[in-house]
Every structure is written in structure tokens, then in C-alpha cells.
């Protein structure tokens, strides 16, 4: 076998090997069948739900800090609503923003359908960044961001207003940054740009530790820290 047919062989065995334990991922990570109801809903209105792995790994980040107050820049139809809700504390709240008045329409009834009171939820109707503004800082404890992906390093600016000491931001679609080099004929566009943008902002923030999550379409997750004084 020659040298060339050896690498190809070893660069075929390790995309083998990746396309496996993604697949083990996402059948790690059960769905009941609400949760499978509204991801189908979500893809049938073409509003990209989050993957199963996508949304356990929601629920353990809620989970992990006994979040009470969450927002959610993107409705969709409810998949990632119940992911959260399911992670966070019973006398929680999750705000959720979407433009889109057909998906709050239907994620409002899988949020019902998953058992969640009405209270538990506030939707609001409208764009992030004119809704996220309106919100008080340092009042939540977690911020999830899937949106217009452009608009990712404002989103981003929001978020940390928004979180208290030790809250969490995430976004998704994060792989986006880990696309292949771009070469003269192949700038990326204003999306993925932001996405990189967004990735290097939160990896070189000295009050955030940050973490990507190789799940569903990419997660890029970070903690706000309390301000460190002294040596």
C-alpha cells in the first residue's frame, strides 16, 4: 500500500469514526413524544430545530446552574422551550423572542401539550435586538441565542448585559466557525463571519470561560465571570 493510500485510508477511518459517535450523540439523548412532535412541527415550518443532543445539552446547562429566568432569542416551535424549561427550576420563567407569529402559535401548544403552565412562558412577538434591550441587566441567568446569525456579535453584546455572575450564553450553529479556510475565491459569508467573530470574542474574554460543544449543529457556550482583583 503506498503512502497516499495509507492517508486516505486513515483520513476515511477517522471521518468513520466521527460520523459514528455523532450518531451515538444524538441517540444517546431520548426524546419523549412531545419533544419529537414539536421537532417535527419545527421542520415542517422549516424553523431548524435544535437536535436532541442540541437540547440535552440545554437542559443540563439550565440544570447546571438552577436556572430561574432564561431568554431565548428564537422561538421556533418550541422544541428548545421545552429543553430548557424541563432543565430549569419549577418557579421558573423562560422568555422567548421570535418574529414570527406562526411559531409562538405553535410553540405555545407544545409548550401545553408538554404540561408546562401558561405562566411559565413569556412570549414576546419581535425581533431580538429590539426586544432584548428592553430587558433588565444582570436579571437572568442564562441567555440561548439562535437567530440571524449575522447578528450574532450584537446578540452576543446583549447577552452579557443581560447575564448575572455566573450565568451562561449560548449560542447555536456555532460549527459555522470551523468551516474549511478561506481562499480568494471563497470569502465566507456575513453569517459565518459573525459566527467566527462571536467564537474569538467569547475565547479571548478574560471574564468568560468559554466551551464548543461538537453536538447537532454546534454550540458555543460560555460563562460570565465575576470580575477577578488582585494577583
Same mark, same amino acid.
Request: charged share 25%; net charge negative.
Given at each position: 500500500?503506498?503512502? $497516499?493510500?495509507?492517508?486516505?485510508?486513515?483520513?476515511?477511518?477517522?471521518?468513520?469514526?466521527?460520523?459514528?459517535?455523532?450518531?451515538?450523540?444524538?441517540?444517546? &439523548?431520548?426524546?419523549?413524544?412531545?419533544? $419529537?412532535?414539536?421537532?417535527?412541527?419545527?421542520?415542517?415550518?422549516?424553523?431548524?430545530?435544535?437536535?436532541?443532543?442540541?437540547?440535552?445539552?440545554?437542559?443540563?446547562?439550565?440544570?447546571?446552574?438552577?436556572?430561574?429566568?432564561?431568554?431565548?432569542?428564537? $422561538?421556533?416551535?418550541?422544541?428548545?422551550?421545552?429543553?430548557?424549561?424541563?432543565?430549569?427550576?419549577?418557579?421558573?420563567?423562560?422568555?422567548?423572542?421570535?418574529?414570527?407569529?406562526?411559531?409562538?402559535?405553535? =410553540?405555545?401548544? &407544545?409548550?401545553?401539550?408538554?404540561?408546562?403552565?401558561?405562566?411559565?412562558?413569556? /412570549?414576546? /412577538?419581535?425581533?431580538? /435586538?429590539?426586544?432584548?434591550?428592553?430587558?433588565?441587566?444582570? =436579571?437572568?441567568?442564562?441567555?440561548?441565542?439562535?437567530?440571524?446569525? &449575522?447578528?450574532?456579535?450584537?446578540?452576543?453584546?446583549?447577552?452579557?448585559?443581560?447575564?448575572?455572575?455566573?450565568?451562561?450564553?449560548?449560542?447555536?450553529?456555532?460549527?459555522?466557525? &470551523? $468551516?474549511?479556510?478561506?481562499?480568494?475565491?471563497?470569502?465566507?459569508?456575513?453569517?459565518?463571519?459573525?459566527?467566527?467573530?462571536? =467564537?474569538?470574542?467569547?475565547?479571548?474574554?478574560?471574564?468568560?470561560?468559554?466551551?464548543?460543544?461538537?453536538?447537532?449543529?454546534?454550540? /458555543?457556550?460560555?460563562?460570565?465571570?465575576?470580575?477577578?482583583?488582585?494577583?
Amino acid at each position: 500500500m503506498s503512502q $497516499t493510500t495509507r492517508g486516505e485510508a486513515a483520513i476515511a477511518s477517522r471521518d468513520d469514526t466521527l460520523a459514528h459517535t455523532l450518531t451515538h450523540l444524538e441517540q444517546y &439523548a431520548v426524546e419523549d413524544a412531545t419533544l $419529537t412532535s414539536a421537532r417535527e412541527a419545527g421542520q415542517r415550518a422549516e424553523s431548524s430545530p435544535v437536535s436532541a443532543s442540541g437540547g440535552a445539552a440545554l437542559r443540563f446547562l439550565a440544570a447546571s446552574i438552577g436556572a430561574r429566568s432564561v431568554v431565548e432569542v428564537g $422561538t421556533g416551535c418550541g422544541s428548545s422551550g421545552i429543553w430548557l424549561l424541563r432543565g430549569m427550576r419549577e418557579d421558573s420563567v423562560l422568555t422567548s423572542v421570535d418574529i414570527e407569529p406562526e411559531y409562538q402559535e405553535l =410553540a405555545r401548544a &407544545a409548550y401545553r401539550r408538554a404540561g408546562f403552565a401558561a405562566g411559565r412562558v413569556r /412570549l414576546i /412577538l419581535g425581533r431580538g /435586538l429590539h426586544v432584548l434591550p428592553r430587558l433588565t441587566d444582570g =436579571a437572568y441567568d442564562m441567555v440561548f441565542v439562535d437567530a440571524e446569525q &449575522a447578528a450574532y456579535p450584537a446578540y452576543l453584546t446583549e447577552a452579557l448585559r443581560l447575564l448575572r455572575n455566573g450565568g451562561i450564553v449560548v449560542f447555536n450553529n456555532a460549527l459555522e466557525a &470551523a $468551516t474549511s479556510p478561506d481562499g480568494p475565491l471563497s470569502a465566507p459569508d456575513p453569517g459565518t463571519a459573525a459566527v467566527r467573530e462571536v =467564537a474569538r470574542s467569547v475565547r479571548d474574554d478574560e471574564e468568560l470561560i468559554p466551551l464548543l460543544l461538537p453536538i447537532g449543529e454546534g454550540l /458555543l457556550a460560555a460563562i460570565r465571570e465575576e470580575p477577578r482583583t488582585g494577583g
